[in-house]
């Protein structure tokens, strides 16, 4: 309790800091939701290790640096993708950069408004309604929160009715800030019935600034919707600095027809916690959920997933596949819910890991909550070590050992990889994580 007590008064000081900045903004729209973002988050106790779903995450670690607001800024520079034509939305210290956004997107029909405009219209009701409501009255969404009490650039984009863009948006998020900091990126997709986009998401390192040593946490909420017959695909990459953290959420809805496919890739930063949560609010949906991670020397991977089949005739698959090595630890916590409606539902899910170091750990637990009689679920997890005999045959045939454990490593991504849309980005993936063949 004390402990709790000592972050929110170090919280109240940064939002009276902030609050001090906003010049023309105070007594906004947007700067009433953040003040009652905030005052909802002073009765929240952050979750600790008695939280079912937090037991794995170190919270502590992410929560108890004195952070400060990360500071405004408007350059930044990433690794190129060679051969990807994307549509950019850059996003600095939580902040979208709405002069530098691609033109492009603009001409293709797709609009992109900031929060505070979009909160003068009266489609932003149903973002409130749907995602923002809700959040601000649970007790369980200390993270959520944090983020709407001090986002300081949300952004909406919308995906006009039948439209089928051809070239992926990708959302480019840097965190960096020589001081101990946060920030909170915060967006909402509209894909509007018949529509079609691919969604790139990369959290990135600024390798324009110079190395800094200062704790850095990326607090970042995105939320997806799906109108009828639409089709999402979803790509997140991070590669974040060994001394930036991040919680991410991901919140997808959707209705009659849609698809929906999310392949997700960790490699950097410090103590990552992704959560997925996805609602099937009607029938004849589809929804696959993939990722691939390779934890080294003390990271900390935890992956929370929750499919909640509420209507008849839902598809769900998820494959996850980590490597955990070193000291490092991951978490798989896969949740499938089957309401007492949603029959014919067929739902998968797979979380397959190899811990290759003895002082590395994993902890898996994929359930299934099944309330209705006719339907086709299952689940299951392994996990085990690189096979002996596969490095004993390719070491037999000249091969050294380092290139044979990367070649079997590789392998053992290869199904989410391959499956993976964007060929360049998939190639970049592979590259990076030094999964080559």
């Known amino acids: ?122 489609s932003y009701e149903y973002i409130a309604t749907r995602w923002l409501h ?10 959520e929160l944090l983020n709407f009490a001090f986002h300081s650039g949300g952004f909406v984009i919308e995906i006009p009715k039948n439209l089928m863009l051809s070239k992926p948006v990708e959302i480019q998020i840097v965190h960096d800030d020589p001081a101990i900091s946060f920030s909170h990126p915060l967006y909402f997709i509209h894909a509007a019935e018949g529509s079609s986009v691919t969604v790139i998401e990369r959290f990135e390192k600024n390798i324009s600034s110079p190395d800094t040593t200062a704790n850095g946490l990326i607090n970042a909420l995105a939320f997806i919707h799906l109108d009828k017959n639409a089709g999402v695909k979803h790509i997140r990459w991070q590669d974040l600095p060994e001394t930036q953290s991040l919680v991410y959420k991901l919140a997808v809805s959707q209705n009659r027809d849609s698809r929906f496919e999310s392949f997700a890739f960790d490699f950097g930063g410090d103590l990552i ?51 955990i090595d070193e000291q490092a630890s991951g978490a798989f916590n896969g949740k499938v819910y089957v309401h007492p409606d949603a029959q014919k539902t067929n739902a998968y899910q797979q979380n397959d890991s190899l811990v290759l170091s003895s002082n590395a750990l994993m902890n898996s637990k994929p359930q299934l909550e099944i309330y209705a009689d006719d339907v086709k679920c299952s689940h299951g997890a392994t996990i085990g070590q690189l096979d002996e005999k596969s490095l004993f045959y390719l070491k037999a045939r000249g091969i050294d050992p380092q290139t044979a454990r990367h070649m079997l490593k590789a392998a053992f991504l290869a199904q989410v990889l391959d499956s993976t849309p964007v060929e360049p980005l998939r190639n970049f993936i592979r590259s990076r994580m030094a999964l080559e063949a």
Not at 28 to 40: C, G, P, Q, T, V
Not at 273 to 300: C, F, H, M, P
Not at 307 to 320: V, W
Request: with cysteine.
């Open 1 to 122: 309790m004390a402990e709790q007590e000592k972050i929110i008064e170090h919280l109240d000081a940064v939002f009276r800091d902030m609050e001090s900045r906003l010049n023309g903004r105070a007594g906004s729209r947007l700067h009433s939701f953040h003040k009652a973002s905030f005052e909802a988050l002073r009765v929240t106790h952050f979750p600790d290790r008695k939280h079912e779903d937090w037991r794995y995450t170190p919270v502590q670690r992410l929560i108890s640096p004195k952070y400060k607001l990360a500071e405004n800024k408007q350059q930044y520079s990433i690794p190129e993708i060679p051969a990807l034509d994307s549509y950019k939305i850059p996003v600095i210290n939580g902040k979208v950069i709405l002069e530098d956004i691609d033109p492009g997107l603009k001409s293709a029909g797709v609009i992109v408004r900031p929060l505070q405009e979009a909160m003068q219209l009266s």
């Open 134 to 143: 809700p959040a601000m009255t649970s007790s369980k969404q200390a993270f």
């Open 273 to 323: 916690r992704n959560n997925i949560d996805v609602e099937l609010d009607e029938s004849n949906t589809y929804t696959s959920l993939q990722a691939g991670y390779l934890a080294k020397r003390r990271q900390s991977f935890d992956h929370q997933t929750r499919i909640n089949h509420k209507m008849p005739h839902c598809e769900s698959h998820e494959l996850y596949k980590g490597i």
